[in-house]
């Protein structure tokens, strides 16, 4: 939800408090604490498209000048600057798949071996805060807008590779497993978010049991739900197999050789 102050800001209407809300950024202060030349890459991530006009527009909103000011004024230094963050972004890896597909080891394991990093499960943490397992729907909004602040954060300390343990995708799968579905808004997020590369993770692993995780017997179920996503949303993916070093070397060969080795001791 956009708060009221975002799209009272100088220059900012509702259209633009949208793009910034899809791209996590909903209130006037997360705006300040990003700064203009953050806050349009992370709507650039969010697959917006934004025009040059919002990035001269929020700097404006930032500073109390209008916009055709910044664009005259403020262009060059900019233009700069939004060209630096873009080289220096990391390429992210998003890690997609049922429960108990080894999806958290494996982002380690690659992080590690790529030096990189790599982004947890926002839900696990929000649901053992509130002591619960399960999700209503209310709380879908929610959970993606905590994982996109997450990924986004871990890109902006990031140089080289960043693992994403989870995605909003992997919210709008789970939400039409077990709630029936989720709102036009958030499979919108979903489609919209930009990833290097896709893993889908196997259920060639067995069950390991966790307090978070549920119908063991449906997991065969939840795998074409989630191979049903990609296509749907037109998600290109290499499947991960194997367990062990198999597994992180499955997931290596579809990274490429960009991947750099572990280093090695004296």
Not at 32 to 54: C, I, K, T
Not at 121 to 134: I, S
Not at 225 to 244: D, I, K, M, N, Q
Request: proline share 6%.
């Amino acid at each position: 939800m956009v708060a009221p102050d975002l799209a009272r800001l100088p220059n900012l209407g509702p259209k633009s408090a949208a793009m910034l809300a899809a791209a996590g950024i909903a209130t006037a202060e997360r705006l300040a604490a990003l700064g203009a030349v953050r806050a349009f890459q992370r709507v650039e991530r969010a697959g917006q498209a934004p025009s040059l006009n919002l990035l001269w527009a929020l700097e404006g909103a930032l500073c109390g000048r209008r916009w055709q000011t910044v664009a005259r004024n403020a262009r060059l230094r900019l233009l700069m600057a939004l060209e630096d963050r873009r080289a220096a972004a990391p390429r992210r890896v998003r890690l997609i798949g049922p429960e108990s597909t080894g999806k958290t080891t494996l982002a380690r394991r690659l992080a590690r071996h790529c030096g990189g990093a790599w982004v947890p499960e926002f839900v696990r943490g929000y649901l053992e805060a509130f002591g619960r397992r399960d999700c209503v729907p209310e709380d879908l909004a929610v959970i993606v807008a905590g994982q996109v602040a997450l990924e986004d954060d871990a890109a902006d300390a990031t140089r080289g590779w960043l693992f994403c343990d989870t995605d909003p995708l992997t919210t709008v799968v789970y939400a039409r497993h077990y709630l029936g579905g989720c709102s036009p808004a958030l499979e919108a997020i979903a489609a919209a978010r930009r990833y290097d590369v896709t893993l889908f993770t196997d259920t060639d692993l067995p069950w390991v049991p966790d307090p978070l995780r549920a119908e063991p017997e449906r997991r065969g179920e939840l795998r074409e739900r989630f191979l049903a996503a990609l296509a749907e949303f037109g998600v290109e993916h290499a499947t991960v197999r194997g367990s062990g070093e198999a597994r992180v070397d499955a997931a290596l060969a579809a990274l490429g050789r960009g991947c750099r080795p572990e280093a090695t001791g004296p």
